[in-house]
Structure formats: C-alpha cells, structure tokens
C-alpha cells in the first residue's frame, strides 16, 4: 500500500517535470536567439568600429564607403535618425494622445468602434505599402509644395514614420486611460470640473507612466523601421536637413549590405552601424522598462 | 502586444543582416566543379560550374547558362549575383569557378594575377521625365550636372526647373561604370541613391526635374522617360559596338593566371565566348563584345 503511494508520488513528480523542462526550455530558446544575436552583433561589430576608431566612426560626418580613401563617418546617419524619431514622435504622439483620450474618454460607441478599427488595421498594414504610397503620393506632393528638385526627404520619412507609429501609440495610451480608477474623474467633477478638464488634468496624468511607455514604444517603432523609409528619404549620406535627401542608420544597412563585399571594411562597418543601432533599442527598451515598473509600483501604493 | 511588436522589428532587422552574411558565405562554399572528362569535348563533361559577381550580367549570364545546361545535361552552373566587386574577389580566392564583373579590372586587381575576358559590351543610358526639353547632352555636361556644378535645367538647354540627379548606391556595377566613364568617382551629389534599375526608372518617370541612369537593356519598351542621345550619339547596338556611343562599359569574365580551369568550367567558358554564344548575349539586350 504504501508502496504504492509513493510509486504514485513519483508518477506525480515525473508528470510534472517533463513539462516543466519543455517550458523552460522553449523559454531558454528565446533567451538564446537573444544572446546569440548580441554576441554576433557585438563580435562582427567591434573590429571596424577598431579600425576606423570609435570618434571617427561616430562622429565623422562623411561617408564614402567605396571610394578610392573611403570615409566611414556615421554622424549624417545618427542624426538622421535621432531627427527622423523626434519629428516623428512629434506630430505622431499628441494625435495619438488626442485620440486615444477621444476613443477612451469621450466617443459614443460607434465612432469609437469604427476609430479603433482603423487604428488596429494602420498597425497591419506592411511598411513596404507604406513606402510604396508615400513613393507614389508624398514625394511628388512635397516635391510641389516646396518646389524642390526631389521630393524624397527627411520630411517624407518623419510623415510617413509619424503615421506608422499612431496605432501603438493610441492602443497603448487607450489602455493606460481606461485603467484610471472612475472615482478620480468623478471626484474631480463633483468639484465642478468639466468633462473635458477633467479629462485634461486628471485622467492624463493619473496615466502618465503608459502614456510614457507608449510614446518609448513609438520611439522604438519609428528608429527600427527601414523599408517604410528607404522608399520615401532618398537615401543620400547628408547631414540631416528637412527638406534633404538623407539616410537612415537602418537605410544605410538595408542599401548597401547586398553590394559590400564579403570581408571588406565596408561589411564590417555596415554590421557596426547595426550595433550602434542595436545600442539605441536595448536603451529604449530599458527606458520602457523602467516606465512600466514605475507604473506597477504605483497601483501596488 | 506592441512592446513585442517593436522588439519583433528590432530582432527581425538585425535576423536579416545575419542572413545576409550567411547567404554570402554559403556562396564561397559553393561546390568546386568536379568533371574528369577531357577537356574541349565538350558534350561529354560533368559537374559544377560556380560563378559570381556583377548583377547587371544577370540577364546574359541567365540565359547563356540555361542553353549551356540544355546541351550538357550533367553540368550544373550556378550564379550568384552579388556585385561585381564580390565577384572578382570571389574569382582571386577561388571560392567560384568564374567571376562576372561588369567594370574592368584594376590595375592592383590585374597584378593579383587575373585576367579579363570580355563577353560583351553595355550602354549606360541616360534617362529624363517623357516632359523633359532637353534631349542632348555631351558628357562633359552630364558629368557637371552629377557633380553639382550645373543645377538647372536651363543651363543645359531645358526649362527653368531645378535639377534632381539620381543615382544608384554605393557598390553597384552601373554606378561604378557610370562615376568611371563621367570621372564623377565619390564627387556626385545625388537628390536620391536608389538600390534598382526599377526605382530609378520609376523615380525619373514621377518627375520632371529628374535625370537617371540605367542599363541600356532596361529601358527597352519603358513608356514616360526619354532616353537622351550623348554628344549627338543615340544609344544603339551599333554604336556601342564600334565604341561611338560614349557612356558604355564591358562584361568580363574574371578567372586567374595559371589556375586551369575544371572541366565543366572550361567547357562553359569556351562556348560563351565562342560565336555560338551571339545570338543570346544580344537577346539580353547588350552586344557581343566579338562583333
């Protein structure tokens, strides 16, 4: 009897490990992907980042990479798209605050349900359409309205970048919103408030820590993209103006990886410009990180 | 499901950079051409046959490997298209059989101990909107538009709009042959660097202000873009063959000094370059450099 009970134990125990190893292990497989990404980044990435010298890198502002004494600057990419993100995130974020704050707060439920649709299908859309529209419709537009010579500029990647970015921003803004307690507003409009006050000066800030992460998420969206932007920004190695032809950091990588030559410094260098990149996501990343267990901490208080 | 999403992005960007280098060094593994039969007979070889190299060849050396195929049914030529510069580079280490190139050698290539064989010979043309007014220009004139020295239209004969010059990016065949024969090498200043023929065809049939460069091949039957004559000299068959049309540029075949060629190789090397091989090569839309 009691032999049996423990046979049953063990039975128990055995039932138990067996998936629990499968789940750590599919666990660990994305821990792996992680690493082995990082590592081979972080190897293929050193050795040009050694050779041209880590200023000159950074901050030289030309890059010629197959000429006869090739440059290796990658200021004009940096820029580019620390530019590019801001204005993007400039005209991107309080449209998407607006709308969220509208879809959450203020819209009767139909137009609501229509909004939130659309906003969800902007997210499925593939960046190559994007590209392609605004290749078709927003270079030759911005090419009349400022009478450039070419329409493919900074301004044409922050529009098209700004668009893309909407639906994180209001889905994640939306629930932030929506997680405010209602005795918050309702408290404020016993005091006399208006809805809209209300709406303005107490359910945004009560929101601030998801509003922050959908702002970083829609910094990480915007940095990341390449094949939106290569269509629209005419990828030209300028310092970054507005109305100029430039080049993202990811754009450098996707036009000129398929030409390099295996082993030369242009290869190299172009997996370093990905490192650099790399390093920029990993601080948004923990930058977003810290802003939701900001948020964690607070609704424990 | 956002917060994934962009990671997603992150991870994805960088997954595609790190196939792209697998994809590359797969290639120099590509399987060394193992025929034993006598050399010359041609009906008789087996094996592989690798080459490597110039995109723009794509078309010729497409259509002359599958006719090859056709008659020798054992041997298996395969092709990577990876840039003229990966392919005389994958030709000095011998990591392929044949290295295509659609620029000539350097000097410090050729003392590396390889040869060119040229094949055939490509126009670059030069391309403007269907609207343009200009349809001339000498390549004098093209070379100071690519370099920013002339920035209007009217200054070469056209209407009064600024001038967009668009090029191909860094590595391509068409560019470095383009930059070569104008002498504009790493002094262009370009309104967009574009990464296909396509695009720049495209770019240039969307505005008026833009002039663009292609293979001759490319714009065959292309409605919206005129394709200018340089110097008074209309890009033909004829006059790239007799070297009259100015802006033109050579496909070679890139093999080394003193290292015998296999079987196979030797045998697909021989018929492209043979008269046999015309006919195709002027299918694709360049001139067989024999001629």
Not at chain 1, 236 to 245: D, F, H, I, R
Not at chain 2, 91 to 105: E, H, K, M, P, W
Not at chain 2, 130 to 136: E, M, Q, T
Request: aromatic share 6%; hydrophobic share 45%; charged share 15%.
């Amino acid at each position: 009897m009691r032999e049996n009970m423990k046979q049953d134990a063990k039975k128990e125990r055995m039932s138990e490990l067996v998936p629990h190893l499968i789940f750590l292990f599919c666990g660990l497989a994305a821990v792996a992907f992680v690493l082995c990404i990082s590592v081979y980044l972080i190897i293929s990435g050193i050795p040009a980042i050694h050779k041209i010298g880590i200023i000159k890198f950074l901050f030289g502002m030309k890059w010629q990479s197959t000429a006869a004494e090739p440059s290796f600057g990658i200021l004009p990419f940096v820029l580019t798209s620390i530019y590019g993100t801001a204005g993007a995130v400039l005209i991107g974020v309080p449209i998407g605050i607006m709308t969220a704050v509208y879809l959450a707060k203020v819209a009767p439920k139909r137009p609501a349900a229509v909004i939130r649709t659309a906003a969800q299908l902007l997210a499925g859309i593939p960046s190559v359409v994007y590209g392609l529209v605004g290749m078709i419709v927003l270079v030759p537009a911005i090419q009349k309205i400022f009478r450039l010579s070419s329409g493919a500029t900074l301004l044409c990647a922050i529009i098209v970048l700004s668009i893309m970015i909407l639906p994180s921003i209001i889905n994640v803004s939306e629930t932030a919103l929506e997680a405010v307690p209602r005795e918050y507003e309702e408290a404020s409009m016993a005091l006399g408030a208006t809805e809209i006050e209300t709406y303005m000066k107490v359910s945004l800030p009560a929101a601030k820590s998801g509003i922050a992460a959908a702002v970083v998420l829609g910094v990480g969206r915007a940095i990341g993209e390449a094949m939106a932007i290569i269509m629209v920004s005419g990828n030209v190695a300028n310092m970054p103006g507005l109305l100029k032809s430039v080049r993202f950091m990811t754009t450098a990588i996707a036009s000129e990886m398929s030409y390099a030559a295996v082993g030369s410094l242009q290869r190299e260098a172009l997996f370093s410009i990905g490192l650099v990149l790399f390093l920029f996501i990993m601080i948004i990343n923990v930058i977003l990180n810290v802003f939701i267990k900001g948020k964690g901490k607070k609704d424990v208080a | 499901m956002n917060r994934k999403g962009f990671r997603t992005a992150a991870a994805v960007l960088l997954l595609v950079s790190i196939t792209a280098t697998l994809a590359a060094c797969g290639t120099n593994q590509s399987p060394q051409s193992s025929g034993n039969a006598a050399a010359g007979d041609s009906s008789a070889v087996s094996g592989n046959v690798s080459t490597n190299g110039s995109t723009s060849m794509e078309s010729v050396i497409g259509i002359l490997s599958e006719q090859f195929m056709l008659d020798n049914s054992k041997v298996k030529v395969t092709y990577d298209a990876t840039g003229s510069g990966t392919g005389i580079e994958a030709a000095g280490n011998g990591t392929c059989d044949i290295g295509l190139s659609s620029r000539d050698l350097t000097d410090a290539e050729k003392a590396k101990g390889l040869t060119q064989t040229t094949i055939a010979k490509d126009g670059i043309v030069m391309i403007v909107n269907k609207n343009s007014a200009v349809s001339d220009l000498s390549l004098e004139q093209i070379a100071s538009i690519y370099k920013g020295d002339v920035k209007n239209w009217s200054e070469v004969g056209g209407s009064d709009l600024a001038i967009a010059c668009i090029g191909r990016e860094a590595g391509s065949g068409t560019r470095d042959g383009f930059e070569t024969i104008t002498g504009t090498k790493g002094v262009c200043v370009l309104s967009q660097e574009l990464t296909s023929t396509g695009a720049v065809i495209e770019a240039v049939k969307n505005s008026e202000n833009a002039i663009g460069y292609t293979s001759f091949s490319a714009v065959e039957d292309q409605p919206d873009i005129k394709v200018l004559t340089v110097g008074g000299v209309s890009c033909t068959e004829d006059t790239i063959a007799d070297d009259s049309y100015a802006i033109q540029r050579d496909f070679n075949l890139i093999t080394r000094n003193g290292v015998k060629l296999s079987a196979a190789a030797q045998a697909f090397f021989n018929y492209i370059t043979s008269d046999k091989a015309y006919g195709l090569i002027r299918k694709t839309g360049v001139v067989p450099a024999g001629k």
